[in-house]
């Protein structure tokens, strides 16, 4: 079936520029994550969904970035007045149990 | 103390040969741990998971897990040039509300043909 699915693949936006990045998680997945992975390290936690519900925002770096699941299926992260440490890949992980499968990510550039 | 300790490497390998990724982990609350594999430029696959003490076996590859050692390793075995990728581990963390992954840097294998 089909994959989680992120949009757009490739962002590059001007600093101060508002953004949205949006994940649409495999069909029937309770629970949306979105994680950052910077090249050489491994995802780092942002926040996550059950259904609409946000359990855990622990990892969203300051009150720039939000993110919302409003029907329980498609998430956006918008990260307001961007910074050019804003830039990497943003990346959604959905699950139905205890394994999370990744989508192919969003490259965000900040100029 | 990182919460989740992989070797950077690389770790080379001879094609047929068997590959041995090691990851530690600080909180002994935890309770899952998975493997995934990223190729260059690839978001992170996963490739197996194990919950219990003891080993799990997936085809080539072997997980095995030490919860009093705070040790989760994953072995491919009959190693191929298509695994060379970084393997990284994760850790789900125990109770509260947060079902997020703590992931270790990775360890990138090559495996030489």
């Known amino acids: 079936g089909a994959g989680v699915s992120q949009s757009p693949r490739y962002k590059v936006t001007k600093r101060g520029q508002d953004v949205a990045l949006r994940c649409d998680p495999i069909?029937?997945?309770?629970?949306l994550y979105w994680y950052r992975q910077a090249l050489g390290q491994g995802p780092e936690f942002l926040t996550y969904?059950?259904?609409?519900?946000?359990?855990?925002k622990s990892g969203l770096p300051n009150d720039r970035f939000s993110a919302e699941r409003p029907e329980g299926s498609i998430s956006t992260l918008t990260i307001q007045r961007t910074e050019q440490r804003d830039s990497a890949m943003y990346r959604c992980a959905s699950s139905d149990s205890y394994e999370q499968y990744f989508g192919p990510g969003t490259r965000l550039t900040v100029t | 103390q990182k919460e989740v300790e992989q070797n950077s490497g690389p770790l080379s390998v001879p094609e047929g040969a068997i590959a041995s990724l090691n990851c530690t982990y600080s909180d002994r609350g935890s309770q899952s741990f998975f493997w995934y594999r990223q190729y260059s430029g690839k978001s992170p696959e996963l490739i197996m998971s194990?919950?219990?003490?003891g080993d799990k076996e997936d085809g080539r590859f072997t997980a095995q897990l030490n919860k009093a050692s705070q040790y989760v390793s994953l072995l491919i075995r009959d190693s191929q040039p298509s695994d060379s990728a970084t393997y990284l581990c994760?850790?789900?963390?125990?109770?509260?509300?947060?079902?997020?992954?703590?992931f270790g840097t990775g360890t990138l294998l090559a495996v030489q043909p």
């Open positions: 069909s029937g997945h309770v629970s």
């Open positions: 969904f059950n259904y609409e519900a946000q359990q855990d």
């Open positions: 194990i919950y219990s003490n």
């Open positions: 994760a850790v789900k963390g125990y109770g509260g509300a947060t079902n997020k992954l703590i």
